[in-house]
């Protein structure tokens, strides 16, 4: 999936801005993610590819400190 590839499409979001909320907004769940950017608080379809984006930054994020 690129960054400009449109992950919530009811709300026009892409998977850039959800990944800025995630690292730079340190946004940790889908409602916190939704309040930033709006994705997954239309149809809500979006919500396990956001839930899955935050748990896989979560990981690098964990790998990155036990470096």
């Keep these: ?26 946004a940790s769940t889908e409602q916190e993610v939704g309040r930033l950017t709006e994705a997954g608080t239309g149809c809500m379809c979006c919500r396990r590819c956001i839930r899955d984006l935050i748990r896989e930054k979560q990981q690098q994020s964990a790998v990155l400190r036990t470096a």
């Design 1 to 26: 999936m690129s960054q400009n590839e449109v992950l919530c499409r009811c709300l026009n979001v892409t998977r850039q801005e959800v990944e800025q909320a995630i690292d730079v907004f340190a």
